[in-house]
């Protein structure tokens, strides 16, 4: 029986605000009442169908011999959250969310080991449950979602690895799955939107960059480093500059070469202060509608180096002064919420400098969050393709000479 919310003492207690603006636990525990179990009864049959039934001196029935699903937490295979990995990438579009990895770090121009960052990612992730309780979003029961695996990128070779990274986009894109990228240096990111530009016709997108460079210079040691996504990405007439938008750049790692560009292009800066002295809702405002314009859906960068550096100590170029992650979240939140979020990737997780794994949890907060607002704001589950989403690939356009 579902309990009514009204019946919890928590309701009705002195300091309840009865007959005021209830709080965001009275609010995220009334939502709990209202979601459904069926995902968590389908993959706990899964488990003891699969894993088969537990030893007789088990008294939970529900645990079986093998372990399989969300429990116990340090057990089991590394999908993202333990999501069903998905052998057979041709059957993508099957789910509304697709995890894939691009272990690539060979654009890192101080110390690598982002290659890693998919495995520390999905590790971590498994930490998690698919519940949050303020937003009253349970992800195994609202959306589908798959793990398809890492892209096969080429060690040492930049523009080898970006031809991959962008068929392999291209193709989670086209199907109509929601893509979200474990990077991975920052050298991912032009290939990865040249990846989602092949499947967008004449329609444009928007480019959401958090971060604390501004990786706009065209070369870095004379190749397309991680520096650089942003000047190439937005080459591409389905990428404009002019809605390219940059939250919390800053700080003595911000080379002139690429801030020429910023300034050459028109594109758009705030930096932590701006964030700060404008307040959260006026950023996030000055982000959409800069990147909307004219466009018809957004692209999210989340360069972990963007929350300071005290936070996530395992990137590799840390900067302090950046964002804190209550408001980096938050950022995040109210543009996924009020924008058309056609991706995510999140990059610059390096594990080799790690500390107990907490900057590949603050990533999986991003992922999880975002997938949560996506929820929330009714864009997932999809019920059909995004107009935005062009069935043929077309080639790469280019807007600057």
């Known amino acids: 029986m579902t309990e009514n919310p009204s ?3 928590l309701f009705n207690s002195p300091n309840s605000n009865n007959g005021h603006r209830p709080s965001e636990a009275q609010r995220a525990l009334e939502m709990e009442a209202r979601l459904p179990l ?5 993959e706990v049959s899964q488990g003891l169908e699969y894993g088969l039934e537990a030893a007789d001196s088990i008294r939970d029935r529900t645990i079986p011999t093998f372990s399989r699903g969300e429990l116990p937490h340090y057990a089991g295979i590394n999908t993202f959250m333990k999501a069903p990995y998905l052998e057979d990438v041709r059957r993508v579009g099957e789910y509304d969310v697709a995890i894939v990895g691009v272990p690539h770090d060979s654009g890192t121009t101080y110390r690598p080991g982002t290659r890693f960052g998919p495995q520390g990612i999905r590790r971590i992730s498994a930490l998690y449950t698919p519940y949050n309780f303020e937003l009253g979003v349970d992800l195994r ?9 890492d892209i096969f990128t080429i060690p040492a070779n930049n523009e080898k690895s970006f031809d991959q990274i962008s068929k392999g986009i291209a193709h989670i894109f086209s199907s109509g799955a929601f893509p979200i990228i474990l990077g991975g240096d920052h050298s991912i990111g ?10 967008l016709g004449d329609k444009k997108v928007g480019i959401i960059h958090f971060d604390r460079h501004a990786d706009t210079q065209e070369t870095d040691l004379d190749e397309r480093m991680h520096t650089c ?7 591409m007439v389905n990428a404009p500059a002019k809605n390219l938008v940059q939250l ?6 911000v080379p002139r070469q690429g801030v020429k560009v910023c300034r050459e292009r028109a594109t758009n800066i705030l930096t932590v202060t701006d964030i700060v002295e404008k307040g959260i809702d006026a950023a996030v405002d000055f982000a959409l509608e800069r990147a909307l314009d004219g466009t018809d859906c957004v692209y999210i960068s989340f360069d972990i180096d963007c929350i300071d550096a005290g936070f996530v100590p395992g990137t590799g170029w840390p900067e302090p002064g950046g964002l804190l992650p209550r408001e980096a979240l938050s950022l995040l939140g109210k543009i996924v919420q009020k924008a ?3 991706g995510l990737e999140v990059v610059e997780v390096s594990p080799p400098y790690d500390i107990s794994d907490m900057t590949s949890l603050m990533a999986t907060r991003v992922i999880c969050d975002t997938m949560a607002h996506l929820i929330v704001s009714g864009q997932l589950p999809r019920k059909q393709k995004p107009a935005y989403i062009h069935p043929e690939a077309q080639p790469q356009l280019v807007a600057w000479t």
Do not use: M, Y
Not at 38 to 42: K, P, R
Not at 141 to 149: A, M, N, R, Y
Not at 190 to 199: A, D, L, S, Y
């Open 190 to 199: 032009f290939p990865t939107v040249r990846g989602i530009c092949r499947h």
């Open 38 to 42: 069926t995902g968590w009864q389908q």
């Open 141 to 149: 029961e609202q959306i589908t979602l798959c793990d398809v695996g």
């Open 7 to 9: 019946e919890n003492p």
């Open 229 to 235: 996504p942003w000047f190439h990405a937005t080459n």
């Open 340 to 342: 058309p979020v056609c």
């Open 248 to 253: 919390g750049i800053g700080g003595w790692q």
